[in-house]
T-cell receptor
Framework: SQKIEQNSEALNIQEGKTATLTCNYT??????LQWYRQDPGRGPVFLLL?????KEKRKERLKVTFDTTLKQSLFHITASQPADSATYLC???????????FGTGTRLAVRP | KAGVTQTPRYLIKTRGQQVTLSCSPI?????VSWYQQTPGQGLQFLFE???????NKGNFPGRFSGRQFSNSRSEMNVSTLELGDSALYLC????????????FGQGTRLTVV
């Protein structure tokens, strides 16, 4: 069956370091992969979208990579700040008419 | 411009009752999706409506239903509520489905007692 896996353990890093979060998928060939941030009690907020024919996307301190051979996406936050502490979700879709399926998310905690 | 609005924000219902949740998408967005979020299962897809037609459906029982109106506003209904239906229900709108970003509402926190 199709599976999207994100590290369920929280990631704790020091302010100023680069945070790297992983999204692995199996039995899946996504055409679109998105990353969201979610704070407690609030809806997810869109961060980045990457398509299957793109290797990398950047936006300010954020970078996402998409490796269809490894079936993995990496999400990087450089120069992390305590305000970056949140749960980060990856979401995949097989085609433009498909639904968006979310991973369970990884909680990031950035220490001052 | 106004974001995605979900009403009500909080709801307490008794087992066996039914409930209707409402979602007003961002103006111009034709795609509206609904998700159930619980601590154990994460974000689970319920259904997506695009231009008043259900385009995708998740693996939920028939007690969960939805619809979309001509102004793109959407409602979801849960009949014969069970304790396990207690969750945060999130609505998201998008201009182009998964090819563009989804904007989420604040959610409706449903508690079934």
């Amino acid at each position: 069956s199709q599976k999207i896996e994100q590290n369920s353990e929280a990631l704790n890093i020091q302010e100023g370091k680069t945070a790297t979060l992983t999204c692995n998928y199996t039995n899946y060939s996504p055409a679109y992969l998105q990353w969201y941030r979610q704070d407690p009690g609030r809806g997810p907020v869109f961060l980045l979208l990457i398509r299957e024919n793109e290797k990398e996307k950047r936006k300010e301190r954020l970078k996402v990579t998409f490796d269809t051979t490894l079936k993995q996406s990496l999400f990087h936050i450089t120069a992390s700040q305590p305000a970056d502490s949140a749960t980060y979700l990856c979401a995949l879709a097989k085609s433009s008419g498909d639904k968006l399926t979310f991973g369970t998310g990884t909680r990031l905690a950035v220490r001052p | 411009k106004a974001g995605v609005t979900q009403t009500p924000r909080y709801l307490i219902k008794t087992r066996g009752q039914q409930v209707t949740l409402s979602c007003s998408p961002i103006s111009g967005h034709r795609s509206v999706s609904w998700y159930q979020q619980t601590p154990g299962q994460g974000l689970q897809f319920l259904f997506e409506y695009f231009s008043e037609t259900q385009r995708n459906k998740g693996n939920f029982p028939g007690r969960f239903s939805g619809r979309q109106f001509s102004n793109s506003r959407s409602e979801m209904n849960v009949s014969t509520l069970e304790l396990g239906d207690s969750a945060l229900y999130l609505c998201a709108s998008s201009i182009e489905g998964v090819r563009a970003e989804a904007f989420f509402g604040q959610g409706t926190r449903l508690t079934v007692v």
